[in-house]
Every structure is written in structure tokens, then in C-alpha cells.
């Protein structure tokens, strides 16, 4: 396990952009991609936005002779595939690894053409992307609820430290439906119609649709390459409380973000930034917070900025974490923290630094990016400046 693994490429499609430098723009500008729900009618329902992919197409950045047979979900990570490919500038897939997280991958397809979910199970996501990019080499398929992206980048992070391989393309895809949306709309669990993590008046989440691909890399691949190098991932960690099928466990958020500590050698007072799972749930949000004020202490919350891109782009589910390892990454480079828009009442359950409403300058040398999906499976991802 000698391998040091970066990161030397990015890959977004996303209610907030489908480029690098356009989505970073918006985050940081605290522009919100929350809009009135297009894809299908909500007349007959209480709630009507979500955080839709518009005019999304494929075709602009790769080409594959049954476009229309795809399902949604296929053709974005394809697309943040090929984008994230692009940006390290890699040309040869023929060795290069494919771990991939997605809460539903094409089983989309029950509402579409065919009623037969055999036609294309959870799994076939990855498959497209291998018979786009051409990959031959490790590829996984992980559904971990809404930490899948932050699995498929631990996994990722694995597959290079153990030199199994030396480039692998990580991250997470998942796509917005009625089936998708009246799931929350039954929980009780939609925002009318803003995403307000860490609010006192908080009332819910708000469903969107994405991918995120980071190109992981082992260091020595990336020098011979002459790649350009955005930032190191330490380590990650995991836990499974089982504690409730949607409400988190204090204790499991808590253990997974000490397990990433541990695993990837440093300490609670190294964090210079939490990329917050922050649904702007009630229950979520308040759990998170006692988390992480357990963990890191009055002392160093003081100076420790969390906050949550959901407040902007809504949840893209499997592609949620990987979309917020992605913009880790970004911040790390470009020394800046993207906010908690919608931020507007303090609530004393969740009196942390939510840098509200406006992004923040800020040198960053280690980051913590947190997912916990729902049946308690947690995984948090350990990010540094490179050097």
C-alpha cells in the first residue's frame, strides 16, 4: 500500500453546469439550480422543484449508436465520464479502472420503454461507460444509497494504493423521476420549494439528478504523465449503524468520520474544511452537527467552516457525495469555500460556521468530504492539498 493517489481529472453534469469552470462559478457565486419540476406533471402535488439537469444532451459530448435506447442515467455518467477523461487528458482506456456508484443505475427503464428491470440492472450503468470509453481493465458497480460516489471513490483509492491499478475513473450518476421524487414526497421529507441546510426553519430536501467523475490517479502515473495534479485523497472510512432505515445514528456518523481521520493519518485539528452531507432534513442535519461536534469539540468548530452545496444543487442521490468530492477538490485548488445558500435563521441545534450564503477565500490543505445514506451506510473521504 505505497502508492500515493491523486486526483488529475474532473467531470460535472449538474443542475448548476456541465463544465469545470461554469459549475465552480455558480457554487461560488451562490447561484441555486433548484427549478420547477419539467420532466413530469406535480399540478396534483404540495411540492413542484427539484434540481433538474436542463437541456441536457448527450450527443454534445459523446456519440453511441443507440442514444435513445439509454437510460438518463447512463447517459450522464457517460457524459461526466468522457468530460473527466478529457480533463486529465487521457486517450488509452484499455488499462484504466471504473468504479461507479448509483442508486438506481437503469432500473429507470420500469417507467420507460420496457416493464422487464432485467433489461438493464443496476450494473449496466457501468457497462455503458466501458463500451463508450473502451475500458477492459476492474470495473465495479456500488449502490450505497446516497454515499454511493464517496464508496466508488474509496474503492478507487484502494484499487491504486494496493498498485492493482494504475488510473482508475470514480465517481457517481444518478438521475431525477417521478418514482424518485413522490419516494420523498411520502416521507414527508420535500422542501416546498428551498433546500435550507443548518436552518433553524428547515422543512426538507429537494431531489436532483447528476454525475461526478474524478480521475484517480497513483503519483508516479501522474508525473510520468505530466498531469495536472488537483489535489491528494488520504484515505476514507466507513460504517454501517443499521440504525434506522432513513434517520441517521449519531454514532455511525460520528465512527465513519473518525475512521477517515484514522485511516488516512491526521488528526481532527488538521481539517481545514467539512464538505457537509447536509440534506437541510431536520433529523439529518441535527445529527450531523452533534457528529461533528463531538468529534472536533467546541475549540476547533470555532474555526472550522462546514457547508452544503445541497443547499444549491439539491440531491443528486448516488451522484450527490462524488459531485461534493469533486467540488472539494476545486476548493482545495482555488483556495476558496463554496456556501450554504438559503441560510437565514441560526438554529442552536446546529450552531456551526455553515458559511452562510456568501463563499469564503480560503487556503485549504486537508478537507473531509461526508456521506450518510439511508439504512445507516456512511462513508466519508479524506482530501489535501497536493505537495
Known sequence: MENRVVVSGLGIVSSLGSSIDEFWSNLTEGKSGISQVSSFDTSNLERHYAGEVKE??????????????????????????????????????????????????????????????????????SAHVCDVL???????????????????????????KSGKEDIVLAGGADYFSMSIFLSFYRLFSLSAARCQPFDKNRRGLLPAEGAGMLVLESLSSAKRRGARIYA???????????????????????????NALDYSGVAASDIDYISAHGTGTVPNDYVECKAIK????????????????????????????????????????????????????????????????????????????????????????VFSRFS
Do not use: W
Open 56 to 125: 441536457f444532451d448527450p450527443s454534445k459530448f459523446y456519440s453511441f449508436s443507440d442514444m435513445a435506447l439509454m437510460p438518463r442515467t447512463h447517459q450522464l455518467a457517460a457524459s461526466a465520464t468522457v468530460l473527466a477523461a478529457g480533463d486529465a487528458c487521457l486517450k488509452d482506456f484499455k488499462d484504466v479502472g471504473l468504479a461507479l456508484g448509483s442508486l438506481v443505475g437503469g432500473l429507470e427503464y420500469v417507467e420507460g420503454l420496457t416493464k422487464d428491470i432485467s433489461t438493464y440492472p443496476v450494473n449496466s450503468v
Open 134 to 160: 473502451g475500458i477492459e481493465s476492474g470495473v465495479y458497480t456500488l449502490s450505497c444509497a446516497c454515499a454511493a460516489g464517496n464508496y466508488a471513490i474509496s474503492l478507487a483509492y484502494d484499487m491504486i
Open 232 to 258: 491528494e485523497v488520504l484515505g476514507y472510512g466507513t460504517s454501517v449503524d443499521a440504525y434506522h432505515a432513513v434517520i441517521p445514528s449519531e454514532e455511525g456518523v460520528y465512527s465513519c468520520m473518525m
Open 294 to 381: 463531538k468529534l472536533f469539540g467546541e475549540k476547533l468548530l470555532k474555526n472550522l467552516p462546514v457547508s452544503s452545496i445541497k443547499s444549491m444543487l439539491g440531491h443528486a442521490m448516488g451522484a450527490a457525495s462524488s459531485i461534493e468530492a469533486l467540488s472539494c477538490c476545486l476548493a482545495i485548488d482555488k483556495a476558496f469555500i463554496p456556501p450554504t445558500i438559503n441560510y437565514e435563521t441560526p438554529d442552536p441545534d446546529c450552531d456551526i460556521d455553515c458559511v452562510p450564503n456568501q463563499a469564503r477565500k480560503k487556503a485549504l490543505d486537508v478537507v473531509l468530504n461526508n456521506s450518510f445514506g439511508f439504512g445507516g451506510m456512511n462513508c466519508s473521504v
